[in-house]
């Protein structure tokens, strides 16, 4: 009789203690799936006379900061916007100086298709970007090694909708959706009004699906990874 009350005891206590730990286990999973997912959302090929500004403004509403891959011919052109990039919070990133793909070129000229836009900005906006996205995401050992000579990281991209090509906004937010995970970068263009709805409903979507929108280096920095000149990323975890 003892020996059933001891037994009926434990029995209770080890139920308690599994109870206890089923509840812990929902917690835990609950804060997993609750737990922020960040990506970087990155435009290239601007500043756009027409595109830019609305772009900023839709981010500004939503709080949203991203990354400028800027070309140092639009940059002349567009020095206002490029000032609005700035005090929006943005980050800035060079795309060269020409739009000229960067493997094709001999060292001089790399060396000057990177150096001149990030001159231009430091003396006219005091900002020095930090980071280099080749155009067509193009890059062989010369261009490694020029990235890293002049410490910047190489940033590549993990989702591409290929919004350049395809105009309709629905299907480029289509893709970027589908696609998106914690710690991708995010390919796009502020060169068209579609890009630019695209980007904003895709913002939107994601928002509500719990991403956390961040430029590249806030991404590098959350996800604790120094980013290192001359190094490609196309994802960031
Ligand atoms: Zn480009």
């Known amino acids: 009789m003892r020996y059933f009350s001891r037994h009926r005891t434990l029995c209770c206590a080890m139920s308690a203690v599994f109870l206890f730990l089923i509840l812990l286990v929902p917690a835990d999973a609950s804060d997993l799936a609750q737990a ?9 090929d601007g500043p756009s006379a027409k595109c830019t500004q609305p772009l900023l403004d839709g981010l500004a509403a939503r709080g949203v900061h991203c990354t400028f ?3 140092g011919y639009r940059v002349r052109e ?3 916007l490029v000032s609005a990039i ?3 919070g943005h980050e800035l990133g060079l795309h060269g100086d020409t739009h000229d793909y960067m493997n094709a070129m001999d060292s001089k000229s790399l060396q000057l298709e990177i150096a001149e836009p990030s001159a231009y900005l430091q003396e006219t ?3 020095t970007p930090h980071l280099l996205r080749p155009p067509g995401g193009l890059y062989n050992d010369a261009v490694r090694a020029e990235a890293q000579r002049q410490q910047l990281p190489i940033i590549l991209w993990e989702v591409d909708p290929l919004d350049w090509a395809c105009h309709k906004a629905s299907e480029v937010t289509r893709r970027i959706t589908a696609k998106a995970a914690d710690g991708d970068i995010i390919l796009m263009h502020d060169s068209s009004a579609s890009s630019v709805s695209a980007a904003l409903r895709t913002i939107d979507l994601l928002q509500a699906r719990g991403f956390v929108f961040v430029t590249v280096s806030e991404l590098a920095a959350q996800k604790g ?3 290192c000149p001359g190094q ?3 994802h960031i975890s």
């Open 232 to 234: 490609p990323y196309s």
């Open 78 to 80: 567009n020095p206002k």
């Open 225 to 227: 990874v120094a980013l």
């Open 86 to 88: 700035i005090t929006g």
């Open 36 to 44: 922020p997912r960040y990506v970087a959302l990155t435009f290239d």
């Open 69 to 71: 891959f800027v070309c």
């Open 125 to 127: 906006t005091g900002v």
